[in-house]
């Protein structure tokens, strides 16, 4: 399974981006999605996940009301639309596939990942 993550860039303070997330693999709709993201200095943290289904989404309350996260999976790829997007939101930003079907933020779920896309909000 490979993931690739596009869309990255920079931006200023109050626009909108979409992160897209390509798969490999014929069991792409057996699995949850996520998108986690990860700053200088920082642990890696949960933004977003997205069931195999694309029936749930759950989110970081960081990034509640203004990213939203969806899934095609004829297409075998994910999404993060990124709205009001603030400086401190700047980070790489990686998709993964979970071990499972329903929507989890714990980083250990999670088997596969990609190689991460960067995002800079300048304010």
């Known amino acids: 399974v490979q993931l690739q993550a596009s869309g990255g860039g920079l931006v200023q303070a109050g626009d909108s981006l979409r992160l897209s997330c390509a798969a490999s693999?014929?069991?792409?709709?057996?699995?949850?999605l996520g998108w986690f993201r990860q700053a200088p200095g920082n642990e890696r943290d949960f933004v977003a996940a997205?069931?195999?289904?694309?029936?749930?989404?759950t989110y970081a309350d960081s990034v509640k009301g203004r990213f939203f996260v969806s899934r095609d999976n004829v297409k075998s790829s994910v999404y993060l639309q990124m709205n009001s997007l603030k400086p401190e939101d700047t980070a790489v930003y990686y998709c993964?596939?979970?071990?499972?079907?329903?929507?989890?933020?714990?980083?250990?779920?999670?088997?596969?990942w990609g190689q991460g896309t960067l995002v800079t909000v300048s304010s």
């Open positions: 693999g014929r069991t792409f709709s057996s699995y949850a």
């Open positions: 997205i069931s195999s289904s694309g029936s749930r989404t």
């Open positions: 993964a596939r979970a071990n499972r079907g329903f929507v989890t933020p714990k980083v250990n779920d999670y088997t596969y």
